[in-house]
């Protein structure tokens, strides 16, 4: 079984991008400029912004962390959005989700200026996915389609089972697939007889957040499977997907760790990267 693995991927991506910024810095005037936003005391959240960090420091993005007590206000929070719109050293805006409850995060996500908009969450740039006009994609499932990209596993033509609705992964990555002539089957808890629809896909995509919900009576040989869980349990970081179960049967699968985490923060400093290149002409 092939492994997809993750963190060379995203490697080979930042070192790219490390050597496009050394390129374009001194005509830009400055390197790149990602505000990220962390409210609260989240610790898989803390933890996530604090990779987001090493891995900007490493690419040569200046990250500007801003954190924020969980009981800031909403008012509060948007004055900060406000401002980080308007500072023209800030190329990407990210707001690390979740917020506490009593925050509307909707409504400061659709205050990210779109341009800045690098976790492709804004609705214009859904919006434009929709279309396939040029927008910033969401991440993560950005970060699969330059997975796939990487190992030459091509989606076109083949049956795909997305198994997962959310706004952030599951309706982004069916668009994606689908600009890939993909054929897609979305899956979700009200699905009747799930395990059916997956054992007929090609590639098996599974985004719920219950560990080992994808299991190896569902996956046809040949298959190939991406993980995008990470589910914290006793025994460590485990996705969606049981790995031991599956490993035998499938084409090629993804690891976790190591498998769409890495990718997810490569394509957030491509995005930066690439909104600083629009912002400076470069």
Not at 47 to 53: A, C, G, L
Not at 88 to 106: A, N, T, W
Not at 125 to 137: C, D, E, Q
Not at 242 to 249: A, C, M, N, P, S
Request: glycine letters at 8%; hydrophobic letters at 40%.
């Amino acid at each position: 079984m092939l492994i997809l693995d993750g963190k060379a991927a995203s490697a080979k991506l930042r070192n790219r991008l490390k050597n496009e910024i050394a390129d374009l810095a001194p005509k830009a005037g400055r390197p790149p400029g990602l505000a990220v936003i962390l409210v609260g005391e989240d610790p898989a959240s803390a933890i996530y912004v604090r990779n987001k960090e090493k891995n900007c420091k490493e690419t040569g993005i200046i990250s500007k962390a801003h954190k924020l007590p969980a009981d800031i206000s909403q008012a509060e929070l948007e004055e900060l959005i406000i401002s980080l719109n308007s500072d023209d050293e800030i190329d990407g805006i990210l707001l690390q989700l979740p917020l506490p409850k009593h925050l509307d995060s909707q409504k400061c996500l659709e205050l990210i200026k779109p341009a800045k908009d690098v976790d492709g969450f804004h609705p214009e740039n859904v919006g434009k996915l929709t279309l396939g006009l040029p927008a910033f994609r969401s991440c993560t499932p950005a970060g699969i389609m330059a997975l796939l990209q990487e190992y030459q596993q091509d989606v076109s033509g083949k049956d795909c089972v997305v198994v997962g609705r959310s706004n952030i992964v599951g309706k982004p990555l069916a668009l994606m697939l689908l600009s890939r002539n993909a054929t897609v089957t979305i899956c979700h808890s009200r699905t009747a007889d799930l395990k059916s629809h997956v054992q007929k896909a090609d590639f098996i995509f599974a985004a719920v957040g219950i560990p080992a919900f994808i299991t190896g009576d569902m996956v046809k040989p040949g298959a190939v499977v991406v993980d995008v869980g990470i589910n914290r349990t006793d025994d460590g970081l485990v996705g969606d997907c049981d790995f031991q179960g599956i490993q035998h049967k499938a084409a090629a699968m993804t690891p976790v760790p190591g498998g769409v985490g890495p990718m997810t923060i490569a394509l957030l400093l491509k995005n930066t990267v690439n909104s600083w290149k629009i912002r400076k002409n470069l």
